[in-house]
């Protein structure tokens, strides 16, 4: 369940696990930004599943707050760890260069494998959950169906 923003039109601090059609029926409705960035949010999704190596999405900053426009959508996906770039199609790497994925969808895409494990993945998390003037915030992880 996706919580109310707080004061400052953040999620409270946490992680939220939530489906991905209630993600993204939630953030991409309020606003013609929303929606645009929402739509290039689900041929993303269809992108990266294909590819049969994602394990697990979390997306914090401007897209999940209550700005009414956001500017892009921050993004980190750990894929599994047998995962190699070398082995996906070639309509699907370019998800996996940051400008190119930026330049396409308007998302800011960092990645690593889930080999990082869960004390590495915690800091990334904290950092994440950081704004630019150090307040706490909610991130969101997708769950992938």
Do not use: C
């Not at 923003?5 to 946490?14: A, F, H, K, S, V």
């Not at 993600?23 to 739509?39: E, P, Q, T, V």
């Amino acid at each position: 369940m996706i919580p109310d923003y707080n004061i400052d039109g953040n999620l409270p601090e946490g992680i939220y696990l939530v489906e991905e059609e209630e993600f993204i029926n939630h953030f991409s409705s309020s606003s013609a930004r929303r929606k645009w960035l929402g739509d290039r949010m689900r041929e993303l999704l269809a992108l990266i599943k294909s590819t049969g190596q994602l394990d697990r999405i979390f997306v914090w900053g401007s897209f999940v707050s209550a700005k009414e426009s956001p500017n892009d959508v921050d993004m980190l996906l750990l894929m599994k760890e047998t995962f190699q770039l070398e082995r996906i199609s070639e309509d699907s790497k370019f998800i996996f260069d940051h400008v190119a994925a930026r330049i396409r969808f308007h998302i800011d895409i960092f990645w690593s494998k889930s080999a990082i494990g869960e004390e590495t993945l915690r800091l990334w998390l904290d950092t994440y959950q950081m704004t630019k003037d150090f307040k706490r915030r909610g991130i969101v992880e997708v769950k992938i169906t």
